[in-house]
Structures are given as structure tokens and as C-alpha cells.
């Protein structure tokens, strides 16, 4: 009978450290229990949507960087400059359709740098993606002097502020690049080498892959779509900001593990990154609409931390584990 609830437990948690999203889903659907609020309506998950659409955009993006057993800790300085080149090229006069491919390119050239340094040159991706984003984010800083920078151009304001099909057009985007991305990692080789290479690296390379000109292609992505996700942001708010994305790296990144996509490489897929990244954007949205006494009490950012770095810590322990298991029974 011991043997039978000790080989149920471990394979409830093998099947949980595979699903780690089901284990966010229940802690929020716990805290929930203390609130009258009801955050499942039409509404609120239009307006969660919205919100999370830039976050979603940059995690299908860090998807393939962490399939390929790499990470991004870049995203979140290329989504603040991105806008800030848009919007200043715009005041200066250049044509919007013009500004935003060049600030889109701005994020596929340090996704290509990245790349050079982290697989041409065999760094470390923590580390490289950590300094080009404090190297991005002291350009942001250095070219706005701290201070925001706005547009009144109605074009560009109208890029995330209309609606198509009649969902905002914020989401609609969100929806097109995850489908492309999705069809790109399931249909096409360059999706099956991306898992073969974070699979194991030397087999892959042995096996004919190209491992040098997949994985430098999946940091260009992860780039390309961290700078639509910071232009889509700027014209949402009409204004680009150095301080946007200052969490986003973290945020993000934990995210993707948590809807299923393991740091170990290989494992996972833009529909479960999408999930944890849709996910943590409840838990925090959610906890800005606790309700106490009938009363709608904005949780204290203290407290919101300490929940989300609970979930985050368990979360990636459980990955953790998952990785150690799957070396142990290899």
C-alpha cells in the first residue's frame, strides 16, 4: 500500500512538473476564493488580453530561444527602444510605415547580435542577453534623457487602438504572430531542428542540422518580435518610455516555464508559453480586482510581488526537478 501511494505521488508530481500551468491555474483559483470579484467576463478578459498581447508577442519569440536550451534577457530594453525609435522617427517626419519597419529591424539586429555572440562565439546566453539589455537600456536612457517621448500622429496611434473583426487590433496582431510562429515551429524543418538542437546539441550536429544558423535564426526571431511587441505597446499608450520592460526579461522568461517550456531544451511549444504567459497576467490582473467586504481593494504591490515570486520560485523548482528525472532516467 506504501508502495502503491509513493509511485502515485511521484507520478502525480512528474505529470504536475510537466503541467506546470495547472499549478499556477490552482493557486490563482485559490486566491480567487477570497475574493467576490469576477474576472471572467467579457470585459475583464478583453482588457487582460490586451494588456498581456505585447507580453504574449515577446514570449512566442523567447519560446524559440529557450526550445533551442537558450533564454533572452534582452526582450524587455528591445521592446522600450523600439518605440522610443519609432516615435522619434515619426516627430522627426519619416513615414510611419517606414519608422516601424526600421524600429522592427532594430530588434531583428540585436537578436542577430545575440546570436553571433551566443552561438558563433559559445558565450552564455544569460549573460550576453543581460548585458545587451543593460547596453540597450542605457541607450534608451541616454537618447531620451529619462524623459518620455509622445506622438500625436493618428496613424500610428491607430495601430493598437482600433479594432478588427471586432477584437482590438492589439490582439488580433497577437493572434496573427502566434499562429505564424506556431506553423513555423510545427510544420516546417526549421521548427523540428529547433527541437532537435535544445534535444541534444551534439546529436543534432551529427546528425546534419545546421545548429549554428537555427539557433542564431531563433534569437533573430526573438528580437524581431520583442521590437513589434514595444511598438505595439508605444502606440497603444501613444508614448515610448525607458522604463517600459524593466520586468519584463524575468517576467516573461518564468512565464514560458511555467505554460511548459522547460529550460532544459527541446520541450514545449508557443500554445503552452501562451498559457503561462496569459497565466501570470491573471494572477497579477486578478489581484488588482480582490474584493473584500463588497469592496474592490487593490492588493499592496508588496504583497503582489511576494505571491508571484512564490509562484515563480515553485514553479521553475519544479522544472528543476523535471530536468533532474529526466537525466536519471536516461
Same mark, same amino acid.
Request: glycine residues 10%; aromatic residues 8%; contains cysteine.
Given at each position: 500500500m506504501?508502495?502503491?501511494?509513493?509511485?502515485l505521488?511521484?507520478?502525480?508530481l512528474?505529470?504536475?512538473?510537466?503541467?506546470?500551468a495547472?499549478?499556477a491555474?490552482g493557486?490563482l483559483f485559490?486566491? $480567487?476564493?477570497?475574493?467576490?470579484?469576477? %474576472?471572467? /467576463? @467579457?470585459?475583464?478578459?478583453?482588457?487582460?488580453?490586451?494588456t498581456?498581447s505585447?507580453? &504574449?508577442i515577446i514570449?512566442?519569440?523567447?519560446?524559440?530561444?529557450v526550445?533551442?536550451?537558450?533564454?533572452?534577457?534582452?526582450v524587455?530594453s528591445? $521592446?522600450s527602444?523600439?518605440?522610443?525609435?519609432?516615435i522619434?522617427?515619426i516627430?522627426?517626419?519619416?513615414?510611419?510605415?517606414?519608422?516601424v519597419f526600421?524600429a522592427i529591424?532594430? +530588434?531583428?539586429?540585436?537578436?542577430?547580435i545575440?546570436?553571433?555572440?551566443i552561438?558563433?562565439q559559445?558565450t552564455?546566453?544569460?549573460i550576453?542577453? &543581460?548585458g545587451m539589455g543593460?547596453?540597450?537600456?542605457?541607450?534608451?536612457?541616454?537618447i531620451t534623457?529619462?524623459?518620455?517621448?509622445? /506622438?500625436?500622429?493618428?496613424?500610428?496611434?491607430?495601430?493598437?487602438?482600433?479594432t478588427?473583426l471586432g477584437?482590438?487590433?492589439?490582439? $488580433?496582431?497577437? =493572434?496573427i504572430?502566434?499562429?505564424l510562429?506556431?506553423?513555423?515551429? @510545427?510544420f516546417t524543418s526549421?521548427?523540428?531542428?529547433?527541437?532537435a538542437?535544445?534535444g541534444d546539441?551534439?546529436?543534432?550536429?551529427?546528425s546534419?542540422?545546421?545548429v549554428?544558423?537555427t539557433k542564431w535564426?531563433?534569437?533573430?526571431? /526573438? +528580437?524581431?518580435?520583442a521590437?513589434?511587441? +514595444?511598438i505595439? =505597446?508605444?502606440s497603444?499608450w501613444?508614448t515610448?518610455?525607458s %522604463?517600459?520592460?524593466? =520586468? /519584463?526579461p524575468? &517576467?516573461v522568461?518564468?512565464?514560458?516555464?511555467?505554460?511548459?517550456?522547460?529550460?532544459?531544451?527541446?520541450?514545449?511549444?508557443i500554445?503552452?508559453s501562451?498559457i503561462?504567459?496569459?497565466?501570470?497576467?491573471?494572477f497579477r490582473?486578478?489581484?488588482?480586482?480582490f474584493?473584500?467586504?463588497g469592496?474592490?481593494?487593490e492588493i499592496?504591490p508588496?504583497?503582489?510581488n511576494?505571491?508571484?515570486g512564490i509562484v515563480?520560485?515553485t514553479i521553475?523548482?519544479?522544472?528543476c526537478?523535471s530536468?533532474?528525472?529526466?537525466?536519471?532516467d536516461?
Amino acid at each position: 500500500m506504501n508502495l502503491n501511494t509513493k509511485a502515485l505521488g511521484e507520478q502525480t508530481l512528474k505529470i504536475l512538473s510537466k503541467q506546470k500551468a495547472i499549478v499556477a491555474i490552482g493557486i490563482l483559483f485559490i486566491i $480567487m476564493l477570497f475574493s467576490s470579484a469576477n %474576472i471572467f /467576463t @467579457r470585459g475583464h478578459i478583453e482588457a487582460l488580453l490586451v494588456t498581456a498581447s505585447p507580453d &504574449l508577442i515577446i514570449g512566442f519569440g523567447v519560446t524559440l530561444a529557450v526550445i533551442c536550451k537558450g533564454c533572452d534577457l534582452s526582450v524587455g530594453s528591445v $521592446m522600450s527602444i523600439s518605440g522610443i525609435l519609432a516615435i522619434m522617427m515619426i516627430n522627426s517626419g519619416m513615414p510611419v510605415f517606414l519608422a516601424v519597419f526600421l524600429a522592427i529591424l532594430s +530588434g531583428s539586429v540585436v537578436g542577430f547580435i545575440n546570436g553571433f555572440l551566443i552561438v558563433q562565439q559559445k558565450t552564455e546566453a544569460f549573460i550576453i542577453t &543581460l548585458g545587451m539589455g543593460l547596453f540597450i537600456k542605457g541607450i534608451a536612457l541616454f537618447i531620451t534623457e529619462g524623459r518620455p517621448v509622445s /506622438t500625436q500622429n493618428a496613424a500610428f496611434n491607430a495601430i493598437s487602438n482600433t479594432t478588427i473583426l471586432g477584437l482590438p487590433s492589439i490582439v $488580433m496582431y497577437m =493572434l496573427i504572430i502566434g499562429v505564424l510562429i506556431f506553423c513555423l515551429m @510545427r510544420f516546417t524543418s526549421f521548427g523540428r531542428n529547433c527541437y532537435a538542437l535544445g534535444g541534444d546539441y551534439e546529436v543534432a550536429e551529427h546528425s546534419g542540422i545546421d545548429v549554428v544558423k537555427t539557433k542564431w535564426a531563433a534569437f533573430i526571431i /526573438t +528580437g524581431t518580435c520583442a521590437s513589434i511587441a +514595444g511598438i505595439l =505597446l508605444a502606440s497603444r499608450w501613444n508614448t515610448g518610455n525607458s %522604463i517600459y520592460g524593466d =520586468l /519584463t526579461p524575468l &517576467l516573461v522568461n518564468c512565464s514560458v516555464v511555467i505554460g511548459g517550456t522547460s529550460f532544459a531544451g527541446g520541450i514545449g511549444g508557443i500554445i503552452q508559453s501562451g498559457i503561462g504567459v496569459f497565466v501570470m497576467h491573471l494572477f497579477r490582473y486578478s489581484m488588482n480586482l480582490f474584493r473584500i467586504d463588497g469592496v474592490i481593494r487593490e492588493i499592496s504591490p508588496f504583497v503582489r510581488n511576494l505571491v508571484i515570486g512564490i509562484v515563480i520560485v515553485t514553479i521553475i523548482a519544479m522544472d528543476c526537478f523535471s530536468i533532474k528525472r529526466k537525466k536519471e532516467d536516461v
